[in-house]
Each structure stands twice: as structure tokens, then as C-alpha cells.
């Protein structure tokens, strides 16, 4: 029995969790939060992700790095379900983490490697292929108080 009182070990706590998160906020799509993790940097093979929800070794290590990866709050995956209010530490959340990751030959691990002047770079080119690809604003004409006062006058 844990310290909750329940006779669910840890790394069944874990698979539970991993399960509820996936349904929850992946679409219940285990594709789905391999591309989340990957967003953040984290890279899990199909067949991990699978083994971990079923048999394979799932300790600690493995617990903090996958809710880093996904996002979760600090020991997610080892807080079992009670009922009545938890208080978890959040972490801080991605900067765009529902984003789909833009590049296709670039992985955000590679991406972290730039320093900041070369991700401002990329930032400023991106943008300016955003804005070159924009309809142009129509812009509002506006008569002249002169010209709408002799309007009116005739």
C-alpha cells in the first residue's frame, strides 16, 4: 500500500496516468503525443511509448523526463487520482505548445543548438515570408473637413 492508501504500485500509477494524459490531451492518439513531446524536444519511439504502457520498465528517470517532454506537471505521473482538490506544481508551459512544429528537416533539439541571434534570424525571415504573403490593408479614405463642408453647402 502507498502512502494515499492505495494498493496501486507506483509504475501502475505511471501507466494509468500516461494513459489519462494521452486521452485526455492527445485525443487518446499515442501519435498525437509523440509529436507533442517531439515539439518540446523530446524525442519517444512508438515502440517505448508502447512498452511503457503495457510492461516495460518505467521508473523515475523515465517518469520525469516524459512529463518534461509532454508538458506536465512536475511528478504527474506518480500523483495517483484522489478525490478532492491536489495541488500540483506547474511547470512553466511551452511557448506554443498546441503549435504543429514548422520545420520538416529541422527537430526542435537541433533548433535549441542556434544561439540567440540565429533564432532571431530565422524569426525575422520567417516573418518577413508572413507579411510578403498577407493581402495588402485597404486603407480607409477619408475626405477632407473642407471638401465634405462643400459637399453638404451644395
Given at each position: 500500500m502507498n502512502q494515499?492508501?492505495?494498493?496501486?504500485?507506483?509504475?501502475d500509477t505511471r501507466?494509468?496516468?500516461?494513459?489519462?494524459?494521452?486521452?485526455?490531451?492527445?485525443?487518446?492518439?499515442q501519435s498525437e503525443f509523440l509529436v507533442s513531446c517531439a515539439r518540446n524536444g523530446y524525442e519517444l519511439s512508438q515502440s517505448e511509448l508502447s512498452g511503457l504502457l503495457r510492461q516495460k520498465s518505467f521508473g523515475e528517470k523515465k517518469a520525469r523526463?516524459?512529463?518534461?517532454?509532454?508538458?506536465m506537471p512536475i511528478n504527474y505521473l506518480d500523483t495517483?487520482?484522489?478525490?478532492?482538490?491536489?495541488?500540483?506544481?506547474?511547470?512553466?508551459?511551452?511557448?506554443?505548445?498546441?503549435l504543429a512544429w514548422p520545420?520538416?528537416?529541422?527537430?526542435?533539439?537541433?533548433?535549441?543548438?542556434?544561439?540567440?541571434?540565429?533564432?532571431a534570424d530565422?524569426?525575422?525571415?520567417?516573418?518577413?515570408?508572413?507579411?510578403?504573403?498577407?493581402?495588402?490593408t485597404k486603407e480607409k479614405h477619408t475626405v477632407p473637413a473642407s471638401k465634405s463642408a462643400k459637399v453638404h453647402a451644395a
Open positions: 494515499l492508501g492505495n494498493t496501486e504500485s507506483v509504475t501507466r494509468t496516468k500516461l494513459r489519462s494524459w494521452i486521452s485526455t490531451h492527445c485525443q487518446g492518439l523526463a516524459i512529463e518534461k517532454g509532454a508538458g495517483p487520482e484522489v478525490a478532492g482538490p491536489l495541488t500540483l506544481e506547474l511547470r512553466e508551459p511551452s511557448p506554443a505548445p498546441y520545420f520538416k528537416k529541422i527537430r526542435p533539439a537541433q533548433y535549441e543548438l542556434l544561439d540567440e541571434d540565429q533564432r530565422i524569426e525575422k525571415y520567417v516573418l518577413l515570408q508572413i507579411k510578403s504573403r498577407e493581402p495588402p
